[in-house]
């Protein structure tokens, strides 16, 4: 009988059901940012992978559209220069994480 319990009730059901919808959407982006990335230039017959991963900062103009590229060395070797891509989602975004996969001989 009281009309301000149900509008609250009703109120709050709607506001629910917007923030339920807003959360699957954010959730469906972050899984688009989820998976390890094979690097182009990998060799299938090379024996040694290593998984490289890069964290990119919260503030603002932390992430880049720039290509990146590197050189893995060790004590014995060095890689030539490398490129991180991924042709299926955008890398270096800001407050990103991205994981790739190098493989080398040795």
Do not use: C, W
Not at 13 to 29: E, G, H, N, P, V
Not at 51 to 61: D, K, P, S
């Amino acid at each position: 009988k009281n009309k301000t319990v149900y509008l609250t009730m009703i109120f709050t059901s709607i506001i629910y059901i917007i923030l339920m919808i807003y959360a699957r959407f954010k959730d469906k982006r972050d899984f688009e940012k989820l998976g390890v990335t094979p690097l182009a230039d990998n060799n299938k017959s090379d024996h040694y992978y290593y998984q490289i991963l890069v964290f990119t900062g919260q503030r603002a103009n932390a992430g880049t559209d720039s290509k990146v590229y590197f050189v893995l060395s060790g004590d014995d070797d060095q890689t030539q220069i490398r490129l991180f891509s991924d042709p299926h989602r955008k890398i270096f975004q800001r407050g990103g994480i991205n994981s790739f996969i190098i493989a080398v001989p040795k």
